[in-house]
């Protein structure tokens, strides 16, 4: 394990996005942060710019008109980065699969490291995902 | 857009941590003041209302169940009160009153949610934390009565797919006098704070005419004293079988919005315990098959969280739908910010935008935001930052 | 339902044609293209309906939009019918009596090809701007000739 990865996975710090979702998935992870499940007592913060994170949480089919912005923001994250799809659009597609707007899913625009499939996955789900991360990075 | 020298353009989004979704906003501004705003939408349109047409009546459900996460009922609500209105026909009993129970369920998970997240644009994150953890609860009753925390699929043409079971009503019962306490807590502590008021009162106020101009539905035009509510106005489900009122205010700033949505909370708990007064120790159908739709057009409505949710469908005959038409509440009540914003200050964009509480998943069933082509002067964050030190100045004066 | 088919029949006199209910407190009424402006002033201005939205389709030998008024107090919807050609689908816009309506307006002509005449600000909406051109989405390949 080199520097760059024992420092990274001491406290995760994720970026939120999401590329043409449904919202619910958003809102899961949101959920992941407050008091019930309240993730961050694992230093694991949610941050506003990608340029700070290690960890990007994806949702949603990834529309056409955000395909750009995805790679974008894939593009400015400091590497190593962890990609993580989250919910069954950013694994595959799901029911969208066949929409004229479909630019993804997020596996064919940025590599994907982690899939938590679920519509939406629920929070204990998100959590052992992150844990998966974590040992990975090992 | 006069576009004279001292106007500075100020985007918003599409991305930013407490914003779900991505949107984007141009914020015109001259000085502090706010001269124009722009609307650009579209990153999360999904073309559901395309593929809607190449779904098979009972799986259009589940489709337009996944229009939208926060309210993720209001759409198969909508979409069965327009079959329904097609083939003109009535539901049972026992499925009226299950049908509002998750509907006002549903109404106040989304009002807290929308509660903390405006706390949070405020700076005061405390609000934000309560609100989102007296939430939970919530939640776990969905759990209890349909076995997910979210996209319950409670709905079909003709009733409810699952019972609420008699067994398990004094437990729902008891997590809702629960919930109940907690709301009242909370409103007591959000509606009480000097410092809140200060902030939200006379903020983005909204006139009659402009509710009248951009067709606002839901809160924000009852927020305005515009007296509309599908619920009471074309009664359909339980609702006119149980007592309930239509919450109103009348200065249409984001504080009566605020007030409007909390006190609904209420009057959901209240329609919620009728409902299941009625429907305990009772058996009963709990839907009706449906085998065909028949040639034809119609039109259904529900009072979504937000505000009316509109669904218009034509039918061929054949088993998938011609022409599928949905109008979320957020496609009327966000354009309002034409009428909201201009003239204000900067620091008080975020909470005016986030007054509406827009859903823009819904909007666009049918902002990465481009650095460097524009001017970058702000962030949706700086101006939550700006929000919180104004939110900050005002407590030092009280 | 009587009440506001009456009224409506005598406000819009002969430039409405078959008002009828089709379901349970639905009302459609056929207009006239040309008539659409001041039909829609009427129920929006005079009637003092609320706007809820319209919406377009396209049909095998035409286009059609809707536009759909909500009537609270008697709680009714009614509905304006316009056919349109099909080669050339064009209709005034109604933005300057509605405000609200441009959204829809922009939506219908990025999705179907209806072109609104006099729209202040024809943009994309909901599509990117590098959205090929001539390929509107909601038409139906079915129909295509
Ligand atoms: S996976 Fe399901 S919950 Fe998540 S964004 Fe897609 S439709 Fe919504």
């Given amino acids: ?138 | 857009m006069k576009n004279n020298k001292k106007t500075v353009i100020v985007p918003i989004g599409p991305y930013h941590p407490l914003l779900e979704e991505p949107e984007f906003f141009a914020l015109y501004c001259d000085g502090e003041k706010i001269v124009d705003v722009e609307w650009q939408a579209g990153y999360n349109h999904r073309g559901i209302e395309k593929l809607s047409e190449s779904k098979h009546w009972d799986q259009v459900t589940f489709l337009v169940e996944r229009i939208c996460g926060i309210c993720s009922t209001s759409h198969p609500f909508a979409y069965c009160n327009t079959i329904e209105n097609l083939i003109g026909m009535t539901i049972p009993e026992r499925a009226k009153y299950i049908r509002s129970i998750i509907g006002e369920l549903e109404r106040i998970h989304s009002h807290l949610l929308w509660m903390g997240l405006a706390g949070h644009f405020l700076g005061y994150n405390t609000v934000f934390m309560w609100a989102w953890k007296y939430r939970e609860p919530v939640l776990d009753l969905f759990e209890i009565i349909s076995g997910n925390r979210n996209h319950y699929a409670m709905f079909k043409i003709g009733g409810v797919r699952r019972n609420i079971e008699n067994e398990d009503i004094p437990k729902i019962r008891k997590m809702l006098a629960e919930i109940k306490g907690q709301l009242e807590m909370l409103i007591g502590a959000v509606l009480d704070d000097p410092v809140l008021t200060a902030r939200l009162k006379n903020v983005g106020v909204l006139t009659k005419q402009d509710i009248k101009n951009f067709g606002s539905v839901g809160p924000v035009a009852r927020a305005s004293g515009v007296d509309v509510d599908v619920r009471r106005d074309e009664p359909y489900a339980a609702y006119p079988l149980v007592e309930w009122s239509v919450i109103t205010a009348k200065n249409g700033d984001v504080l009566d919005k605020a007030v409007v949505r909390l006190s609904e909370c209420l009057e959901a708990v209240k329609i919620i315990t009728q409902c299941l007064d009625a429907i305990e120790g009772k058996a009963g159908e709990i839907g009706e098959e449906v085998r065909r739709v028949p040639e034809g057009e119609g039109i259904g409505r529900h009072e979504a969280p937000r505000g009316e949710c509109f669904h218009y469908i034509r039918s061929d005959g054949a088993n998938s739908p011609v022409r599928h038409k949905i109008r979320a509440p957020s496609y009327t009540n966000v354009p309002t910010f034409k009428a909201s914003c201009i003239g204000q200050t900067i620091s008080d964009v975020a909470i005016i935008l986030a007054g509406v509480d827009p859903c823009y998943c819904c909007t666009e069933r049918v902002a990465v935001y481009d650095a460097g082509k524009k001017k970058k002067l702000y962030d949706f964050q700086h101006l939550v930052e700006l929000s919180k030190q104004k939110t900050e100045r005002i407590r030092k004066e009280i | 339902m009587k009440d506001i088919i009456g009224r409506i029949q005598s406000k819009l006199g002969d430039r409405g044609k078959d008002i009828k209910e089709q379901t349970n407190n639905r009302v459609y009424v056929s207009v006239d293209r040309k008539n659409i402006k001041e039909c829609a002033k009427i129920l929006f201005e005079d009637m003092d309906a609320r706007y809820i939205v319209a919406s377009g389709m396209e049909n095998f030998d035409s286009f059609e939009i809707l536009y759909h008024f909500g009537f609270d107090k008697e709680s009714a919807i009614v509905s304006l019918r316009v056919y349109l050609d099909k080669d050339n689908p064009e209709i005034d816009t109604l933005t300057d009596i509605i405000p609200g309506i441009s959204y829809i307006e922009r939506e219908m002509w990025e999705l179907l090809g209806i072109n609104f005449k006099g729209h202040p600000n024809m943009k994309h909406f909901l599509l990117g701007d590098d959205w090929e051109k001539g390929n509107y989405p909601l038409r139906k390949d079915k129909y295509e000739k």
């Fill in chain 1, 1 to 138: 394990m080199n520097l760059k990865t024992k420092a990274l996975k001491k406290s995760l710090w994720v970026y939120h996005m999401s590329g043409g979702s449904c919202n619910n998935c958003d809102i899961e992870i949101l959920d992941c942060l407050t008091p019930k499940f309240d993730l961050e007592r694992f230093g694991i913060v949610l941050v506003g710019s990608p340029r700070h994170a290690d960890v990007l949480l994806c949702t949603g089919i990834v529309n056409k008109k955000c395909v750009e912005r995805v790679k974008e923001v894939y593009e400015q994250t400091a590497k190593p980065c962890v990609v993580v799809a989250i919910g069954a659009c950013a694994c595959s597609g799901g029911m969208f699969r066949d929409s004229y707007e479909m630019g993804g899913p997020l596996n064919k625009i940025i590599p994907v490291d982690i899939y938590i499939p679920g519509c939406p996955p629920k929070p204990e789900a998100m959590i052992a995902g992150i844990v998966k991360v974590l040992e990975k990075l090992k």
